[in-house]
């Protein structure tokens, strides 16, 4: 094991910004082929992307949730695909240093190691002597591709407490690929489906699922803070950085176009001349920097927590949520605005405006994602009633 000295935030996210040219000439040719390419996955592992959330003491950085929202919004203005994959590399990531040592020092084994995952309990485990059995099929794997551990998440029959969601890591090499990622959106992501049929893992590589969601606070005593917090609000951070670079490059990429167009069939020669275009530009890059707000607040209180060692309270933890769908929400809205008014010849596949358009309009479908549903949880909570889920 080594222990690594932190660069600074902004030094991360400068070599994130680094990368923009590399990202977004690589795009669509990664849109093509439904996965990222070798060269940009062994960029973002040059410059130190997938070991955000690795501990210390394996070589990796410990970056803070903050630092997680710059470095994704950085990529994210060059291509959604890419920081979606990476920034769903950290929650699994972050998932995995959740596990016994002995599961961490495998996992963690492997340079640069890209963890994927999801949350949803698409399989089951049943308990067998050493460990579980664990069969099952988990979809949306974003990063699969690419990965070489999975976080399964089961449901462990046989226990005194009855039926229990578990997560059980495994490495990618015993799990099955099914290639069926062919989608609109975020296609580079390569989000494939995984099985597992009889899958044996070892009891050290299973833990429950509701102590990941609950926090471990006993992690900030060893001088891990960071993997103290509730799985939910830390996941919902740590997905946001990529939404909002997709709202900063639309509108980039709007601006970026606009001196060489006109308003067909209007006597505008000039479109940057129009008094609609003005509130069209206006209105996105405010809506953009909204987006950036909900994301550096969530981001900030659950580092905040984390340092302090405090517990969520309920409200705080569907905040999160709320922010998180706010982020989504305001995003999509700026990206909308600008394509609408980026013209016919938009619609081309060269033109990276549709793809802000559909890798937003895919994230905004996700069922974390979903501004109406996190809405929703945070108005009930506010009014006094449970919350209608366990992912909070």
């Known amino acids: 094991m080594t222990t690594t000295t932190a660069p ?15 990202v977004r000439e690589a795009a669509a040719r990664q849109e093509e082929a439904r996965r990222l390419d070798g060269t940009t996955v062994a960029a973002l592992a040059s410059a130190g992307v997938f070991r955000l959330r690795t501990p210390r003491r394996y070589g990796g950085l410990e970056a803070s949730t903050r630092t997680l929202v710059r470095v994704g919004a950085e990529l994210g203005q060059a291509d959604g695909a890419t920081a979606w994959t990476a920034s769903v590399y950290w929650i699994p990531t972050w998932m995995a240093c959740q596990f016994h040592e002995q599961a961490q020092d495998e996992v963690f084994a492997t ?31 974003s990063g699969a591709l690419h990965a070489q551990w999975q976080v399964l998440v089961a449901v462990r029959l046989g226990g005194p407490e009855g039926p229990e969601p578990v997560m059980a890591l495994a490495p ?30 070892p009891e050290h590589r299973v833990v429950p ?30 997905s946001v950085g990529t939404v909002v670079g997709l709202a ?24 940057a001349a129009a008094p609609l275009t003005h509130h069209q530009v206006a209105r996105a890059r405010l809506l953009a920097d909204e987006a950036e707000f909900h994301a550096l607040r969530l981001a900030d209180r659950v580092d905040a927590k984390a340092a302090a060692g405090q517990p969520f309270t309920l409200q705080e933890r569907a905040e999160a949520r709320a922010d998180l769908g706010a982020v989504v929400r305001r995003a999509k809205e700026a ?6 008014a980026a013209g016919g010849s938009s619609v081309y596949r060269d033109v990276p405006m549709q793809r802000f358009v559909r890798d937003v309009q895919a994230i905004s479908l996700h069922a974390l994602m979903n ?4 809405t929703e949880l945070y108005g009930r909570v506010l009014c006094g009633l449970p919350p209608n889920t366990l992912y909070v």
């Not at 890209?114 to 988990?138: D, F, I, N, Q, Y």
């Not at 501004?371 to 996190?374: A, E, M, Y």
């Open 248 to 271: 900063r490059g639309a509108v980039a990429e709007f601006l970026r176009r606009l001196p060489d167009r006109r308003i067909t069939y209007t006597d505008y020669s000039e479109q």
């Open 172 to 201: 990618m090499d015993e799990l099955e690929i099914v290639d069926d990622w062919h989608t609109s959106g975020l296609a580079a992501t390569g989000s494939v489906t995984t099985a597992a049929a009889g899958l044996f893992v």
């Open 209 to 238: 699922l509701g102590a990941a969601l609950a926090g471990r606070p006993e992690r900030a005593a060893d001088g891990a803070a960071i993997y103290s917090t509730p799985l939910l609000p830390t996941a919902s951070a740590s």
């Open 371 to 374: 501004p109406d549903t996190n």
């Open 111 to 141: 340079p640069d190691v890209r963890v994927c995952g999801t949350l949803s309990p698409t399989g089951r485990a049943e308990p067998v002597e050493g460990g579980v059995r664990v069969t099952g099929r988990w979809g949306f794997i």
């Open 335 to 340: 990206v909308d605005l600008v394509a609408s």
């Open 8 to 22: 600074s935030e902004d030094e991360l996210t400068g070599r994130a910004a680094e990368l923009a040219p590399l």
